[in-house]
């Protein structure tokens, strides 16, 4: 088995006049959780479609499981398991009778679906509910059996469209535990996300807008190359505060949280300056004021300000 689980060379799809993906390029190793960044229409849905060989690429090259998406979808479609962000069930059936269901889909049957049924059971925790139906299952667990029914057939690629997208925090730290669990068997998983902080768990990112990929490496080292400053300001009323910080020469972006806002600036020095005069003038209450670390967020923000990421 090669070590490269998915690649793309200037992969590309156009629509008409229409360039929904624009030459992207990327590796993904086995093992390896990728993440996929970007707003509505930046083009993470036609890249997946691309990849899992529901959609032929207008131009460049690309492979998953070895396996080219020009010339051979058919067979990427054998190698991979596929998480939508919709819970892809069937309500009136129970969790064993999902699970077989999706195995005879794969081609399992017999003893091998059986033991197979067993051991996804135990993976992902849903052991204690093989007779409830799917539709009375919570949305933490509904998730889980959605990526059992994708793990039957033991991919060793697996697309995840936000798959904790809904859930609440304990859950999604129950599915996360899960995928770092299918990482370190040698799976290697790409991940839609819109959660910062799940992003932050991922190897390595990549942020895409329309349709073009801004910037791609591990999380750590994308905020450390950040090219401008965050000046943190606790202050009130904060909102009058936001607006007129935001129009500051050099404050390239402002955002809220909670009782201080985060500016994106080009030099910390001079950006204090000009907001302690501006607050001063314009009757705003500053209680602190100082530089923090960069956020995923804010790298976001600096790479394409004028976007926003999937609510």
């Known amino acids: 088995m090669p070590d490269i689980a998915i690649s793309a060379e200037k992969l590309t799809r156009r629509f008409g006049k229409f360039t929904a993906v624009d030459e992207i390029s990327f590796e993904i190793p086995y093992g390896a959780i990728f993440g996929f960044l970007g707003a509505n229409g930046a083009g993470k849905s036609t890249t997946i479609r691309m990849l899992c060989g529901i959609l032929a690429p207008t131009s460049g090259s690309g492979k998953v499981g070895g396996f080219d998406v020009q010339t051979q979808p058919e067979q990427i479609k054998t190698v991979i398991g596929y998480v939508s962000q919709r ?13 077989h269901f999706y195995g005879q889909i794969y081609g399992l049957e017999g003893a091998p679906l059986s033991s197979r049924i067993e051991e996804v059971l135990v993976q992902s925790g849903l052991d204690r509910f093989p007779k409830r139906l799917a539709g009375d ?6 998730q889980k059996l959605a990526i059992a ?13 936000e798959p904790t997208a809904g859930l609440d925090p304990l859950s999604r730290r129950a599915i996360w535990e899960l995928l770092y669990q299918l990482s370190e068997s040698g799976t290697s998983l790409f991940v839609t996300t819109h959660y ?3 992003a932050e768990r991922c190897n390595t990112i990549a942020f895409i807008s329309d349709g073009k990929i801004l910037k791609i490496g591990h999380p750590t080292q994308l905020k450390k190359d950040l090219s401008r400053q965050i000046l943190e300001v606790a202050c ?3 909102m009058k505060a936001s607006r007129v910080f935001g129009a500051l020469e050099g404050v390239r972006g402002v955002t809220v949280y909670g009782t201080t806002l985060n500016l994106n600036v080009s030099d910390q020095k001079s950006a204090e300056a000009l907001v302690t005069a501006a607050a001063a003038k ?3 209450e500053i209680s602190s004021i100082k530089p923090i670390a960069a956020s995923l967020e804010d790298v976001f923000s600096d790479l394409a300000p004028e976007r926003k990421l999937d609510a």
């Open 236 to 238: 009130r009323p904060l």
């Open 282 to 284: 314009e009757g705003i």
């Open 196 to 198: 910062m902080e799940e």
């Open 149 to 161: 029914n994708a793990i039957l057939h033991k991919p060793k690629i697996i697309f995840l469209d």
């Open 87 to 99: 819970f892809s069930l069937y309500s009136d059936l129970t969790v064993v009778e999902n699970l």
């Open 137 to 142: 299952l919570s949305g933490g667990m509904k």
